[in-house]
């Protein structure tokens, strides 16, 4: 655990005070900037995951063009005929997914995925329609902050574990992932006994993000191992780097940014290595949330689920077999929830032989049982613990207790759980909680509750952030944007749209970007 210390590191890792990180850990120098504080930058994106990954490449000048070979959607092919020397970028957005349907409610994600991944849902593997062309006039400087190694919370998932999607939904622009992965798993022996799979494990995924940023010279954007403690808008007008040190806005062309459309963010970076901090602060007129939905694990609020032998995540259970603290002979893991995540800690018990309790308050046939609605070809290890969730097959070492609810945890490892009209005390080993997640708004006045559908929690599938459905900018926060599963986009191919929403509506704005660089 790192200390609360926030003062200088002195030991040999290179630790830079203006960015409170370490050169030798990140490759960011910014020698091209003035780095003092408070810094200044035209967008801060808060999330280094796929979202804000595809946000930076588009602001870094690539821009995404219609490839003009006829699109399967002949309405959609009607509106793009004879636009293909203009990006998509600088088209209407509302005008072009006007009509389009999928499994995403944001218009602009339907865009994008028809035209990266024509008739995706239909089973159909067209090839993109879209082409990158890189145009350096046109980059918006920007810094991407990010809790660890960019990837987000893809690092901290269970490495072997596949991904729900098909490995190439899992792919960012203008970097094929399958033919990164089969490059990858030559020189990963683990890895090469998932090559038949059109599915990939969540630590292939993780290096593809990884790699994609090196290998798009996105390296000097982006800040790891920071977190951001508070985000709120200034009033009044501050300039960067006066000769009197105020902070004032030195650029007089964005007058639409100066006052109270400038926002404050405050936060510390982490040395992985020796675990020091170091507080920044950083000026934007633009600030995008792209923190995900893995921030804040849903609680049973039950007598003794702080107990430590309570927990909330999958890695915990991983960590636990391999260590070699779970045996077969041991009482069994109890598993609540019903959802994949709460399946693929079954799977993960089952295949090591440790014996599993299974605790959730759904009937097995509800059909909102996410398990249900993925295709027994392309899931067969999921459509397996269906089965054995209503009783279809019978394995020794799982035993499903539908329509339960926990009532307590207990001090000497005993849980109390009530169901069919009666109580029973199960002892176990270890216990695992799986009921969904909330994302982590805590650097927000009253965490952020002010900017959902309704005044309460944001959710990704209850309450996401209210947005324009055309720019990701928030309803009750100008300046402020929000995309990926904030906004109900938890599938990758989908998220990106909301960075193409966000990168079109900043490059449309009356400013170029380039003349708010420090320096200027």
């Not at 006007?98 to 991944?117: K, Q, T």
């Not at 800040?223 to 004032?248: A, D, H, M």
Request: net charge negative; hydrophobic share 35%.
């Amino acid at each position: 655990m790192a200390s609360e210390d926030h003062s200088p590191c002195y030991s040999d890792c290179d630790f830079d005070p203006h960015w409170g990180g370490c050169e030798n850990q990140s490759g960011r120098t910014r020698e091209n900037h003035a780095l003092k504080e408070p810094y200044y930058t035209p967008v801060l994106v808060i999330g280094n995951g796929p979202s804000g990954i595809c946000l930076s490449y588009l602001l870094s000048g690539n821009r995404p063009y219609f490839t003009g070979e006829p699109h399967p959607n002949p309405l959609l092919q009607l509106k793009l005929e004879g636009k293909t020397d203009q990006s998509i970028l600088e088209l209407d957005l509302e005008y072009l997914s006007d009509g389009l349907e999928g499994r995403s409610h944001n218009p602009v994600a339907l865009l994008f995925d028809s035209l990266f991944h024509p008739a995706a849902d239909l089973g159909e593997e067209e090839k993109s329609r879209l082409e990158w062309r890189h145009d350096s006039t046109k980059a918006v400087d920007h810094i991407v902050l990010g809790s660890g190694r960019p990837g987000g919370s893809w690092w901290q998932m269970d490495d072997s574990v596949l991904t729900l999607s098909l490995g190439a939904w899992m792919e960012l622009p203008d970097m094929s992932f399958e033919e990164w992965a089969a490059e990858y798993r030559e020189t990963h022996s683990e890895t090469a006994a998932k090559i038949s799979h059109r599915r990939a494990t969540l630590s292939e995924v993780a290096h593809y993000y990884d790699a994609y940023v090196k290998k798009k010279k996105l390296v000097d954007y982006f800040v790891p191992y920071t977190k951001v403690v508070s985000v709120r808008r200034l009033k009044g007008r501050r300039v960067i780097n006066s000769e009197s040190g105020e902070p004032e806005i030195r650029c007089q062309r964005c007058c639409k940014y100066q006052g109270e459309n400038l926002f404050e963010i405050k936060g510390v970076n982490v040395n992985p290595r020796c675990g020091c901090k170091q507080s920044f602060t950083v000026l934007s007129p633009n600030v995008v949330m792209a923190t995900g939905m893995l921030g804040k694990p849903n609680r049973l609020n039950v007598p003794g689920d702080n107990f430590r032998y309570v927990r909330y995540d999958l890695k915990y259970l991983e960590s636990a077999i391999q260590e070699g603290d779970l045996s077969q002979n041991s009482y069994p893991v109890l598993v609540i929830g019903s959802g994949l995540t709460a399946a693929d800690a079954i799977i993960m018990a089952r295949n090591a032989g440790i014996p599993v309790v299974h605790v959730f308050r759904r009937t097995p046939r509800d059909p909102a049982i996410t398990l249900s609605k993925l295709p027994k070809v392309v899931y067969p290890e999921y459509h397996h613990v269906l089965q054995m969730m209503r009783g279809e097959i019978q394995e020794e070492g799982y035993t499903p207790l539908p329509k339960h609810r926990v009532l307590e945890f207990g001090k000497e490892l005993l849980v109390t759980i009530e169901g069919n009209d009666s109580t029973q005390r199960i002892p176990v080993s270890m216990v695992t909680v799986l009921i969904g997640a909330k994302p982590d708004l805590s650097f927000l006045p009253q965490d952020g509750l002010h900017l959902g559908e309704e005044q309460e929690d944001i959710s990704c599938k209850q309450n996401p952030v209210s947005v324009d459905p055309y720019t990701m900018e928030t309803v009750q926060e100008p300046g402020l944007y929000a995309m990926g599963p904030l906004v109900g986009d938890t599938f990758v191919r989908f998220a990106m749209g909301g960075a193409m929403a966000i990168a079109s509506h900043l490059s449309k704005s009356p400013w170029d970007g380039s003349c708010c660089s420090n320096g200027t």
